[in-house]
C-alpha cells in the first residue's frame, strides 16, 4: 500500500549495513510499512537480555544464550556487506542475493540515497501490495520486502514495460514476484517516489494471493 510517512526511526540501525547507492536526496515509498519501530524492537531485545541475565544470576546458572534479537541479527548478517550484489546478466543490483534482513536495509538505503541509483538495474523480490488513488482513479503496484523479524516492511514502486498490459499482466495483490526494472525517481505534489521503470516479471506466484505485508 502507498505510505508516504517514510520510515526514518530505523536509521541508526540500517546505516550500519550494506549500502550500494550513496546520496543524500531521499524518496518516499509507496510500498512500505513499520508496524512497529526497529528501536522499539532493539529496546525489546536489551530488556529480554538483561531480564535473563538476571535469573541466572540468582539461581546460579551460567549465563544462557540469548534469543537472537533484531539487533544481533544486524551483526551476524552484516558480512553479507561484501557481498558482490551485480547481477550474472548484468543486473547492477541484484537483491535476491541477499537474506530477509540484509535485503530490507539494502531498500532502506536505496530510498534514503536514490541518486547515485539513478538508472541502474534492480532485481528485488517481495510481495505484491497494490495502492488505489480515488482522487486519481490510478493504481500503484509495489513490491514489498520485510525484515527478519517481520516487523517493517519496505518496497518500490514498479511499472511493467510497455508489452505487459495494464492492468492484464499486472499480478494480483500478495502474489510473490521476482522483478527486475531500472531504477528512476519522480516528483507528484511536494513528494518524490521512487519507482521501478520498464520492469521485467521473472517470475509470479499467486499462492499468496490477496494476502500482504503493508496494512
Known sequence: MRNRNYVLTAALVLGLLLS????????????????KGVNEVLESGQQAAESQKAESSQTGASQETVDITAASRVVEESSEAS??????????IDLTKLSATMVFSEVYNIMVNPDSCMGKTIRMKGLVAIYHDETKDTDYYSCI????????????EFKLADNYRF?????????????????????????????????????????????????
Open 20 to 35: 550500494a547507492c550513496g546520496g543524500n536526496d531521499g524518496a518516499k515509498s509507496r510500498g512500505g510499512s513499520q508496524a
Open 83 to 92: 557481498v558482490d550484489l551485480k547481477g550474472a546478466d548484468g543486473t547492477d
Open 145 to 156: 520486502v520485510q525484515d527478519a523479524t517481520a516487523c517493517c516492511a519496505q518496497g518500490i
Open 167 to 215: 492492468p492484464d499482466d499486472y499480478p494480483p495483490e500478495g502474489s510473490e514476484i521476482t522483478v527486475r526494472g531500472r531504477f528512476d525517481v519522480y516528483k507528484e505534489g511536494e513528494y518524490k517516489y521512487a519507482v521501478l521503470k520498464d520492469a521485467v516479471l521473472e517470475n509470479v506466484n499467486t499462492q499468496n494471493e490477496g494476502e500482504t505485508t503493508a496494512p
